[in-house]
């Protein structure tokens, strides 16, 4: 369960990051449908945050340590939506690369946490 | 070019892509921080060198991050001495790492010029030191 909310997660974070790294080389700053876009990562984001309490609450352990994995639940949580602020402030294609390098940011703490859950 | 109506922003460093730099600073900071607080916390008997290096860069990142969101001149300056500096830690913790692994049991953000961490931490001062430059250069002809 863990492990497929995971790869749904990092792989939906890819694909905003293919988006918003498009919009950049077209030179457009983010718009309306990327921050849907962001909206719906950060959804799962959350929906893993919740699930990974319940699952801890349940009493399963995590393979490195219940700290590391919470940590790393709220790092992707907090990722997309930091990135997002940031490129409402910064109306350029740098904004949308932002929000890119936040996807990818948020990819690579998927795979962190894959391998902390002990998949 | 410093009337007063400029004063309110400053000369902002964060424009353009100055605002990547200070996201990838600030992902940085998370980073170091959250990890060195909970090694150092947890099994700093293990790696003092390690976990109060990754520390120490932490601290760094925080400052430079400081320095690119406030802008202005001396923070400019101030910046561009950290990148400097983080840059030279880069550079010698990697080489240090490569040379005698044993003197870092556990990895440190540095460690390996950063590879752990995608080269982020060597790519970064370089790229924020070209930034800071250029930056500097458009400052005096205008």
């Known amino acids: 369960m863990f492990d497929a909310l995971t790869l749904v997660t990092g792989v939906a974070a890819l694909l905003l990051a293919a988006w918003c790294g498009w919009a950049a080389y077209r030179d457009q700053p983010t718009k309306d449908w990327h921050f849907i876009g962001m909206a719906v990562v950060t959804v799962l984001a959350l929906v893993q945050l919740v699930v990974g309490i319940v699952l801890l609450a349940r009493g399963e352990k995590p393979e490195q340590g219940t700290t590391i994995f919470v940590a790393y639940l709220l790092g992707s949580f907090a990722c997309v939506p930091a990135a997002g602020f940031m490129s409402l402030a910064e109306r350029s294609k740098w904004g949308s690369v932002t929000v890119a390098a936040g996807g990818v940011v948020l990819a690579v703490l998927e795979v962190r946490l894959y391998d902390i859950w002990g998949g | ?142």
């Open chain 2, 1 to 142: 070019m410093a009337v007063s109506e400029d004063k309110p922003t400053r000369a902002r460093l964060i424009s353009g892509p100055g605002i990547l730099l200070v996201w990838l600073y600030g992902v940085m900071v998370v980073g170091a921080v959250s990890r060195s607080a909970y090694q150092i916390a947890t099994e700093f008997d293990r790696a003092p060198l390690a976990y109060s290096l990754s520390a120490v860069a932490g601290l760094v990142y925080g400052f430079i991050t400081y320095t690119l969101v406030r802008g202005g001149e001396t923070a400019r300056k101030a910046a561009r001495v950290c990148c400097a500096a983080e840059l030279a830690g880069v550079l010698t913790v990697g080489t240090w790492t490569m040379v005698e692994p044993s003197a870092f049991p556990d990895a440190t953000v540095w460690s390996d010029f950063g590879m752990g961490y995608v080269f982020i931490p060597v790519l970064l001062p370089v790229s924020a030191l070209y930034w800071l430059r250029k930056n500097a250069r458009r400052g005096d002809a205008a």
